[in-house]
């Protein structure tokens, strides 16, 4: 069994992340290669697509989601919003019905309480509501409550979305762009000419496993358990999930805990990397690594949990310091006088030179938003609403 330290467990998924070199060109490439951005915040979204690409722009991500569409906004992982590559949007939509959602009571609309007949008059109306349509959430409500009766209202407008994730897994809707303050919906097909509404869609099962394949590509060494909670799954079946894979995956130690890769990835680690990076919120590289007590140390994860929504989400909550891997600050950003001013909580102490990298990971997200950069250093406080 190879036996490797958290060291180079960092260098490679922050290799593996792009975070280390970013690529060229692209945008793309590192959403395929981190399993797709969270994107229950926009702006979060944009900027860890960002962080991965050399000196992409605000702007540049906004053009590959709305206007070239080569990247699309959707339910996914963990029933939250995701951006994927737009060419993988049915691999994605086929393993989201896998097992997660539609374990319970058998099928998404027993779920939901709904009879067969209803799921599927009301699957048709949001399919005819949005036939060459952009609708918002409350224009969309009404269309398809109009065609199949008033209890679907109350379910399409709630902010929680409850019947829209099982319409966006069955291939009928995805998000479209922001329209004022509101977001909108558009059909994968109409919108992108997407084919991927079930029965166009590969085998839920195989891809499911694929996306695993690539989970412990960019993530591991990873157990059952940090699985279970990437994907949503319960930890019998994420064991289940990686035996299935046999001879593809190994087993190795990093520092006294076990854990499986790609048998194709045992042998291929670097010694240690070094990297300060300035990240968004529900950066994937947070959501996806584990153990948290490794990725989030327990010295700092007190400062962490005390600010803001810490307490209820931990570091992911959080605009991240990440130093080699481990989350070692938290900042804050604010856009004044044509100005991105940047305030940074170091959680450890920062040598001359990694005070230059701080530097220019601010000039970096200056840019990002096409706005010079100021940085300060202090502990962040609470903003007031």
Same mark, same amino acid.
């Given at each position: 069994?190879?036996?490797?330290?958290?060291?180079?467990?960092?260098?490679?998924?922050?290799?593996?992340?792009?975070?280390?070199?970013?690529?060229?060109?692209?945008?793309?490439?590192?959403?395929?290669?981190?399993?797709?951005?969270?994107?229950?915040?926009?702006?979060?979204?944009?900027?860890?697509?960002?962080?991965?690409?050399?000196?992409?722009?605000?702007?540049?991500?906004?053009?590959?989601?709305?206007?070239?569409?080569?990247?699309?906004?959707?339910?996914? /992982?963990?029933?939250?919003?995701?951006?994927?590559? =737009?060419?993988?949007?049915?691999?994605?939509?086929?393993?989201?019905?896998?097992? *997660? &959602?539609?374990?319970?009571?058998?099928?998404?609309?027993?779920?939901?309480?709904?009879?067969?007949?209803?799921?599927?008059? +009301?699957?048709?109306?949001?399919?005819? =509501?949005?036939?060459?349509?952009?609708? @918002?959430?409350?224009?969309?409500?009404?269309?398809?409550?109009?065609?199949?009766?008033?209890?679907?209202?109350?379910?399409?407008?709630?902010?929680?979305?409850?019947?829209?994730? *099982?319409?966006?897994?069955?291939?009928?809707?995805?998000?479209?762009?922001?329209?004022?303050?509101?977001? @909108?919906?558009?059909?994968?097909?109409?919108?992108?000419?997407?084919?991927?509404?079930?029965?166009?869609?590969?085998?839920?099962?195989?891809?499911?496993?694929?996306?695993?394949?690539?989970? /412990? %590509?960019?993530?591991?060494?990873?157990?059952?358990?940090?699985?279970?909670?990437?994907?949503?799954?319960?930890?019998?079946?994420?064991?289940?999930?990686?035996?299935?894979?046999?001879?593809?995956?190994?087993?190795?130690?990093?520092?006294?805990?076990? =854990?499986?890769?790609?048998?194709?990835?045992?042998? %291929?680690?670097?010694?240690?990397?070094?990297?300060? %990076?300035?990240?968004?919120? &529900?950066?994937? &590289?947070?959501?996806?690594?584990?153990?948290?007590?490794?990725?989030?140390?327990?010295?700092?994860?007190?400062?962490? +949990?005390?600010?803001? %929504?810490?307490?209820?989400?931990?570091?992911?909550?959080?605009?991240?310091?990440?130093?080699?891997?481990?989350?070692?600050?938290?900042?804050?950003?604010?856009?004044?006088?044509?100005?991105?001013?940047?305030?940074?909580?170091?959680?450890?102490?920062?040598?001359?030179?990694?005070?230059?990298?701080?530097?220019?990971?601010?000039?970096?997200?200056?840019?990002?938003?096409?706005?010079?950069?100021?940085?300060?250093?202090?502990?962040?406080?609470?903003?007031?609403?």
């Amino acid at each position: 069994m190879n036996s490797l330290t958290w060291d180079q467990v960092h260098a490679r998924r922050l290799a593996r992340h792009h975070l280390v070199k970013p690529v060229s060109g692209d945008l793309r490439k590192p959403v395929r290669d981190v399993c797709g951005v969270q994107a229950q915040v926009a702006a979060a979204a944009e900027l860890a697509i960002g962080s991965r690409v050399r000196d992409a722009t605000r702007e540049q991500v906004r053009a590959e989601l709305y206007d070239d569409k080569r990247l699309v906004k959707t339910y996914s /992982l963990r029933g939250t919003l995701h951006v994927h590559a =737009a060419d993988e949007l049915a691999l994605w939509l086929a393993a989201m019905r896998w097992k *997660p &959602y539609w374990r319970a009571k058998g099928s998404w609309h027993a779920h939901h309480g709904l009879t067969a007949k209803q799921g599927e008059s +009301f699957v048709d109306a949001v399919r005819e =509501a949005l036939d060459g349509e952009c609708l @918002t959430r409350e224009e969309l409500a009404g269309e398809v409550s109009g065609r199949v009766g008033a209890w679907a209202k109350d379910k399409l407008a709630s902010n929680w979305g409850e019947l829209l994730r *099982p319409v966006a897994y069955l291939g009928v809707l995805c998000f479209g762009p922001v329209r004022g303050a509101k977001v @909108t919906y558009v059909r994968p097909d109409r919108w992108a000419g997407l084919k991927v509404e079930l029965g166009e869609q590969p085998d839920p099962e195989e891809s499911a496993m694929e996306i695993i394949r690539r989970y /412990l %590509r960019a993530y591991g060494p990873a157990t059952h358990q940090d699985l279970a909670r990437w994907f949503a799954l319960r930890p019998p079946e994420a064991r289940e999930a990686l035996e299935s894979l046999g001879d593809e995956i190994v087993q190795v130690e990093v520092e006294g805990r076990r =854990a499986y890769v790609l048998a194709a990835d045992e042998s %291929r680690w670097p010694s240690q990397a070094s990297c300060l %990076r300035l990240l968004p919120q &529900y950066e994937a &590289y947070i959501l996806g690594s584990g153990p948290k007590e490794v990725v989030v140390p327990k010295d700092t994860a007190g400062r962490v +949990f005390e600010h803001g %929504r810490g307490r209820y989400e931990g570091a992911v909550a959080h605009q991240v310091m990440l130093v080699d891997g481990v989350v070692s600050g938290m900042w804050e950003r604010r856009e004044k006088g044509g100005k991105v001013e940047i305030k940074v909580e170091s959680f450890v102490e920062l040598d001359s030179g990694r005070s230059e990298e701080l530097e220019r990971e601010a000039e970096r997200v200056g840019r990002f938003y096409g706005a010079e950069a100021t940085l300060s250093m202090g502990r962040l406080t609470a903003r007031k609403r």
